[in-house]
């Protein structure tokens, strides 16, 4: 047995039961024989490298069977990525094989190449050098770090899904920010996210303390503080109901928490192609939040994310402003609640959480008081906001046809029209019953 099963029990991290396992011998027969006894099916995993995969057919574990690399233990560690991956154990038991010293770099916290061309025999090793940093607290050495950012142009040749994976894990660990941090100094980010890597350096305005680059960062920062405590600014019911939400499952192994993430690298993504600069010095982003929309769907589609996750992205990059432009309205009225719900569709629960991240994130003139503002306001909405997510979109109290009936007209866009209007008046308590509806329909055509 080799790699992260024995890496994390000598790191004290509860075992996943996700094994790793290199024979000599016929690798095929092993992996069947193994799915028999286990209840468990087997199949090939690569025809190039001869390995096999066996799956529990009840779920809960799983082993990779891979050939021995040379002819002995010793020198298929030596062709692994990271010295504290070179670690193997006999399944008969005994001894560790440790030629490389992975055991005391772990305890040491230091992640270290098993071999100087390591990186080089696959370059998305660079972006796992970022992800082992963030999931395992280790520290790459110097040697380590040379080798990622000689290696980073390469990243262009591997695909986008194996890029996306490691994004994934890396954006959605507990060391995120750090790791989107060195994903840029690194030069890492430059070819697989060149728009973040684009940030660093863009001048705000005098509300802002931070570039571009280093308030995204921020907002990441922040989002994750929330994430961790939603208690910290909303009462008690609804922290549980916005823990709940962010822990519900989206797309591509991501819970809307990890996805919303992504929203937060993004939500300013396109303020270097919209910057402008008036005649008195004021710096702009106009239509930022749209241009934003569209390219962050850009980057997400050539990462091979799932169009649930590209849709989810989108939408709260491009209404992360709008919360902040009703701040000098509260109390808020129900047709302004209403209006603002009903524009951020379904995501008006984790838009609002997002833009409380940004607001914290924004620390220039005037910070103290528009932030105080900003967050009475995301109180006052986020019920609602929860209750449209579980509940879904309020709606009329009568079918489109019942309507069209009731008032002699000819079923099309008019009818749609009415009945979002109707909803509207419901939610805002000037309708009550069918009866009411069909008046206020009426009174609207006359």
């Not at 008032?407 to 309708?431: H, N």
């Amino acid at each position: 047995m080799v790699g992260g099963a024995i890496r994390d029990r000598l790191r004290g991290i509860e075992q996943a039961e996700d094994f790793d396992l290199v024979l000599a011998g016929d690798v095929r027969d092993a992996a069947r024989r193994l799915a028999k006894a286990g209840d468990a099916h087997a199949f090939s995993l690569s025809e190039e490298f001869g390995a096999w995969r066996v799956v529990a057919r009840s779920g809960g574990w799983q082993a990779d069977l891979n050939p021995l690399r040379g002819d002995r233990i010793e020198a298929d560690l030596a062709l692994r990525d990271f010295t504290v991956n070179a670690i193997a154990e006999p399944l008969a038991g005994g001894e560790l094989v440790d030629p490389l010293g992975g055991v005391r770099d772990l305890e040491l916290g230091r992640l270290r190449l098993a071999a100087p061309d390591a990186l080089g025999a696959d370059p998305l090793r660079a972006l796992r050098l970022v992800r082992m940093t963030c999931e395992l607290v280790l520290e790459p050495d110097s040697e380590a770090r040379q080798a990622a950012r000689a290696v980073a142009p390469r990243l262009s040749e591997i695909a986008a899904e194996r890029v996306y994976a490691e994004l994934r894990r890396i954006v959605a660990s507990e060391r995120a920010p750090a790791g989107v941090r060195m994903l840029i100094e690194l030069g890492l980010a430059a070819v697989v996210l060149p728009e973040l890597d684009a940030l660093g350096g863009i001048g705000q305005s005098h509300f802002h303390h931070l570039d571009v680059g280093e308030h995204t960062l921020e907002v990441l920062s922040e989002l994750i503080k929330l994430e961790r405590d939603p208690g910290g600014v909303f009462d008690a019911p609804a922290a549980a109901r916005i823990e709940a939400l962010l822990r519900e499952p989206l797309a591509d192994d991501l819970d809307r928490g990890s996805a919303m993430r992504f929203g937060a690298l993004l939500h300013d993504i396109a303020k270097p192609v919209t910057r402008t600069v008036a005649a008195d010095g004021r710096v702009g982003f106009p239509h930022h939040d749209e241009e934003g929309a569209r390219l962050s769907r850009l980057i997400l589609r050539r990462l091979r994310a799932a169009e649930r996750v590209q849709s989810y992205v989108a939408a709260l990059t491009l209404h992360h402003l709008r919360l902040g432009f009703l701040v000098r309205r509260r109390p808020l009225s129900r047709a302004d609640l209403y209006a603002y719900l009903d524009a951020c569709g379904p995501v008006g629960a984790d838009v609002t959480l997002l833009s409380v991240a940004d607001r914290l994130a924004t620390r220039g003139a005037r910070a103290t008081p528009s932030i105080e503002g900003h967050l009475a306001l995301a109180r006052e909405v986020i019920d609602e906001a929860l209750r449209w997510h579980s509940e879904g979109h309020p709606h009329a109290q009568l079918r489109g046809d019942e309507l069209a009936d009731a008032l002699g007209l000819a079923p099309g866009p008019r009818v749609g029209e009415l009945l979002a209007a109707i909803t509207e008046a419901r939610f805002i308590g000037e309708v009550r019953t069918r009866e009411d509806a069909i008046a206020y329909a009426r009174a609207k055509i006359a």
